[in-house]
């Protein structure tokens, strides 16, 4: 099976700006994750989704929006973006929600904002 | 609250020495307990998990053990290889089934 894909696989963006981010899951996977990870700051977890709906949410303001779609691909959008927004964006897909389930990241998109 | 500490947040130790990672986590978290390593420009990966029915899982030279009344759990690995050196992830899953991650541990191994 192909692994997680995320494009693009990078983006430089200037303040103010919005950004869109896609993650295709593996085949068969319906839940996907998303994290925010900066140096220091480990993987800060932005929300996941489940069949089409937000199941969890991270300590993220509400410029960061995500969606997924009937056919698991997902997309993570972030609005009037700030310098603070630089990071890689990693998305990580498994099976069902999750629970016991191993997560499979994506490559990651590195965004950087100027 | 929903909340898991990783201790400690740089480790170096010789090339065939042991290296131990630990994590403690809050009330409430679940029976699920993965590490995932993170090599220099690559993507997380699943090395290790426990779930609470066990108080210890190997895997070649990797081990983990889980002590639920000190709700902490630890990553134990044994003869370090340059190749281990990496980042590390605890995570523990919360009742809503979501996981909180540990804020990584460093990994060093000195030649």
């Known amino acids: 099976k192909a692994g997680v894909t995320q494009t693009p696989r990078y983006l430089i963006k200037t303040r103010g700006q919005q950004v869109t981010l896609s993650c295709s899951p593996i085949?068969?996977?319906?839940?996907v994750s998303w994290y925010q990870q900066t140096p220091g700051q480990g993987l800060q977890f932005l929300f996941e989704?489940?069949?089409?709906?937000?199941?969890n949410k991270g300590n993220f303001p509400g410029r960061f929006s995500g969606r997924q779609f009937s056919n698991s691909r997902s997309e993570m959008n972030v609005s009037t973006l700030e310098l603070g927004d630089s990071a890689l964006y990693l998305c990580?897909?498994?099976?069902?929600?999750?629970?016991?389930?191993?997560?499979?990241f994506g490559p990651g998109t590195r965004l950087l904002v100027l | 609250g929903e909340n898991v500490e990783q201790h400690p947040s740089t480790l170096s130790v010789q090339e065939g020495d042991s290296a131990v990672i630990k994590c403690t986590y809050s009330?409430?978290?679940?029976?699920?307990f993965p590490w995932y390593k993170q090599e220099l420009g690559k993507r997380p990966q699943l090395i290790i998990d426990?779930?609470?029915n066990v108080g210890e899982k190997k895997d070649q030279r990797i081990a983990v053990t889980l002590n639920k009344t000190a709700k902490h759990f630890s990553l134990h690995i044994t003869e370090t290889q340059p190749e281990d050196s990496a980042v590390y992830f605890c995570?523990?899953?919360?009742?809503?089934?979501?996981?909180?991650w540990g804020a990584g541990t460093k990994l060093i191994i000195k030649p």
């Open positions: 989704y489940f069949s089409e709906t937000q199941r």
């Open positions: 426990i779930r609470s």
């Open positions: 009330d409430s978290a679940s029976n699920y």
């Open positions: 995570a523990a899953l919360y009742s809503n089934y979501q996981l909180i």
């Open positions: 085949s068969g996977h319906r839940s």
């Open positions: 990580a897909s498994s099976t069902v929600a999750t629970s016991e389930e191993t997560q499979y």
